[in-house]
């Protein structure tokens, strides 16, 4: 017995000494959201977690609100990380259509499905947009296939997302060891980070050539490779989808990224589905000087620049009266 409460105690200790160190570092952390954000200590990652969506996104709106204001939909290139809503690229619509307003919402790492499902949102709360710009980017395709996403390193979604698998819907979550991973990074913001950050060092890794990520067997294969056939056929069936929710609204869509064979498979999706496509690099030159430090997403001159361009457009294609 007394052997048996040696070991007790001894595995107790071993357990405290790796459990003390993550609670120090999870409590620090929470101390120093709370004093540089404001955020509540008990506020888990969870609480961005939206059982449809899988995470939650952003909404900007243009007051006033009309009874038909244009909306948007997009990724992070619509949620503008931290660039204000007056400075967001949808910002030009809304000063030439001040008559209509504008509501845009944006998820970073959305994919085709959760922008349908916003959709659907919306139009379940009674609006009934005058115009309908779907913002794509060129991983939208290898987002909208779990088979190739979960071979991304950097892609990966952040959290939970749903996929079109056959006629279901399913929430997955496309990391490594996710059965692990998802508890933790659900309730944990020291883990949370600690995976972003992990995320992130795979992902300069992979671009640097020492790690090996699926986009480069896409670039190489094209469509030649049939997990990317497969992603296109359902990125496909995902924008004939938005089109049907649509309805009678007019839509367009605005390709903000021009890579090979994503942008060939999406014209060839609008081209199908007779839908307006803007290719925006194709009109504008966009620069590091438009871009913020992360060397992608767009600061306030370069989210001008595409403002502009998308205005000009929606004029060209009659988009709006």
């Known amino acids: 017995m007394n052997m048996a409460r040696a070991i007790l105690i001894r595995l107790s200790l071993v357990v405290m000494g790796l459990v003390a160190p993550f609670l120090i570092l999870e409590v620090g952390l929470r101390i120093e959201h709370l004093w540089r954000k404001g955020t509540p200590l ?7 977690w939206d059982d449809a969506l899988g995470w939650e996104g952003k909404e900007h709106q243009f007051e006033p609100i009309s009874a038909s204001p244009i909306l948007v939909i ?33 998820g970073l790492g959305y994919g085709t499905l959760q922008q349908l499902l916003v959709l659907q949102r919306y139009r379940s709360q009674g609006l009934t947009p005058s115009l309908v710009i779907l913002q794509l980017c060129s991983n939208d395709i290898l987002n909208n296939y779990f088979e190739l996403e979960k071979d991304s390193l950097l892609q990966r979604a952040p959290g939970p997302r749903p996929y079109l698998e056959g006629d279901s819907v399913n929430m997955r979550f496309p990391r490594d060891h996710a ?6 990074v659900s309730i944990s913001r020291f883990a949370y980070r600690t995976s972003t950050r992990w995320g992130t060092r795979l992902a300069e890794q992979a671009r640097a050539g020492k790690a090996n990520s699926i986009e480069f067997e896409i ?3 094209g469509f030649s490779f049939k997990p990317f056939i497969e992603s296109t056929r359902v990125t496909h069936t995902l924008l004939e989808r938005f089109k049907l929710e649509s309805g009678n609204t007019a839509l367009a869509f605005v390709l903000v990224d021009d ?9 060839t999706s609008a081209r199908k589905l007779s839908i307006p496509l803007l290719i925006a690099p194709r ?24 403002g ?14």
């Not at 059965?179 to 933790?184: A, S």
């Not at 890579?259 to 014209?267: K, N, W």
């Not at 620069?287 to 913020?292: M, S, V």
């Open 259 to 267: 890579i090979e064979p994503y942008t060939a498979a999406l014209r």
């Open 179 to 184: 059965w692990l991973v998802y508890p933790l």
């Open 283 to 306: 009109f504008i030159n966009l620069t590091t000087a438009d871009r913020l430090p992360d060397g992608t997403h767009l600061n306030a001159r370069g989210n001008l620049l595409l």
């Open 74 to 106: 997009g990724d992070s290139f619509t949620d503008g990380l931290d660039v204000p809503s007056e400075q967001m690229w949808f910002a030009e619509l809304a000063r030439r259509y001040p008559e209509r307003g504008v509501v845009a919402y944006g």
């Open 219 to 221: 670039q190489a294969k």
């Open 308 to 321: 502009e361009t998308v205005a000009q457009f929606a004029k060209e294609q009659r988009l709006l009266p």
């Open 42 to 48: 008990t506020v888990n990652p969870s609480s961005k």
